[in-house]
């Protein structure tokens, strides 16, 4: 396992595939896209590349809480996303950051648009991703979401998958 | 969204948009008091003009020369501390023209400087340089009547810094009064101090400031609203309970919840989602804190989570671990929220890193719970148009009287009861429909 070279159309794929998902809130499939023990993060706009263990953030799931995440994401009883929000979501600009042994850094940019309450609202960032290679496909190691803003704009909560 | 002019309720006995009747055992805001632009304007004056008001913690700023620039009451202001070490609030205008001065959110500096026409300024405030001084009639005079504007008062207690923009209102412990207490069990949690850490919450929620402070104050909502928390805790093996929690009026508008059956606390209450490694800690820690403080005082911070209210604009959670938030009024319908990490100075780094995991999945606009919350806030405020206005007045009121006929008996309110909403609003309602004096 690991050592194949991930080329930038595959980790396109993964990505895009991985956004119809959440799009579509087809949220079981879409945690089956991270490893055991994967992470989630999603860092607050005054980050400044430090360890979410030290400082901190608007999301940081280790397993088990992206396991809550989800099915509290899948209960009619997670008012903040029932009805659920319309998201549309636009990735470009990735890139292979750096290839290791196992895993592969892969950032790219995001814009997800959403939608709820007959209200808009724009979330602009990047990802900076660490994925496990396999030999049958990729899988989060570190998922981190960095939103772009100086602070969340009026109603732009964090309540879905950024 | 449409403005709505306030309309008399009518059938009422007085124009108050707070009605209490103890033999009716009722108590009602008046729903403009979320939706009124003026009466927005009004509370900025009234309350945000005229009271203490917290502003951040000495922790942000550890070092001589470390800045940050921040709103309150919709007044750009500099929070720094100077070159000699003096915590420094200055007004974010250039005292030449008006520009504002330092147009960076946080950093390190000797001086802030005017890009306009390149004033400087010392981080206590001298204007230390004003170039073509020549062109100015006696420029030490004139150096010392443009020095930068100082915030009226600023005190703090235990490394909370307050600032009022009324250079007459009371001492800060006399306005904090039995809250001051609170805040000093929060500070003995760690034996080297408390501290923020950077990756501090900005957000910003459509609704009006009071109803962030509602929720905080409103147990009642817990259940219903944090289902999926509640569940998710139940899962990790922590049974969440009501009983024998009660709220608690401190005077002048501050609140306090006292909540033993919501959630363990690190270090503190061991539960089982915390690790088995932290139960051990959890005995030695309560150890330290009985050698440091005495056993009464030790159980007083340790064994229950709080929530503080402290009028008009700091909540104070003290739960699983403990964050900071702010509110910041920006309109009726909108409030900004600032929410900081506090922790225990001089923890282990695993420590450290559970306290973080686990506040950012209860709090926060990412979190478990606290989106919840703002679906709250936002669907109260979009929900109280339909009755702005009506054909019946007595639509346009929101009941808040849980616990009043058990309180009348003279029993502790409970924290699933409406009594700390209720204090906050006599506040309010002294506040803003009083003459405008303090305590009035």
Known sequence: ?162 | MTQLTHTDPGGTPNRSLVHEDWDALTFKVHRSAYRSPALFQKEMSRIWGHTWLYLGHETEIPNPGDFKSRTLGGRPLIFCRDSSGKIQVFFNACTHRGTVLCRHSEGNTKFFQCFYHAWAFSNSGELAALPGDEAYADVPGFKERHRLRSVPRVDSHEGFVFIAFDPDVPDLLTHLGEAAHYMSLTAKIGPQGMQTVPGVQLYSVKGNWKLAVENAMDGYHFAPTHNTFVGYLRETGFAVTDDDQYAYDLGDGHGLLILTGHNGRIGMVWEPRFGEGEKERTAAKRQEMEERLGKELAAEVADASRILFVFPNLLLFDLEALTIRQIEPVEAGRTDVRAWQFVETGEPDEVRALRIKTMVSFVGPGGLATPDDIEAYEAVQRGIEATADSADPAYDWSDMSRGMANEKQGNQGRSIDEGAMRSFWRQWSRRVEGDGTPGA
């Open chain 1, 1 to 162: 396992m690991g050592r194949r070279t991930v080329t930038r159309a595959e980790a396109e794929d993964f990505l895009y595939r991985e956004a119809m998902l959440l799009d579509e809130w087809r949220l079981d499939e879409w945690l089956a896209l991270f490893e055991e023990d994967g992470r989630m993060e999603v860092t607050t706009t005054d980050w400044n590349g430090w360890d979410s263990s030290s400082a901190g953030a608007f999301m940081c799931d280790d397993y088990g809480l992206l396991k809550a995440r989800v099915k509290r994401l899948k209960s009619r009883k997670a008012h903040a996303e029932n009805p659920h929000s319309r998201t549309h979501r636009m990735i470009s600009n990735v890139i292979i950051l750096e290839q290791g042994d196992e895993t592969v850094w892969v950032a790219a940019n995001f814009i997800i648009h959403r939608y709820r309450d007959n209200q808009e609202f724009s979330y602009v960032g990047r990802y900076e991703h660490v994925l496990l290679v396999d030999d049958d496909g990729l899988r989060f190691r570190l998922r981190r979401s960095i939103p772009t803003a100086e602070t969340m704009a009026p109603g732009a909560r964090l309540s879905f998958i950024l």
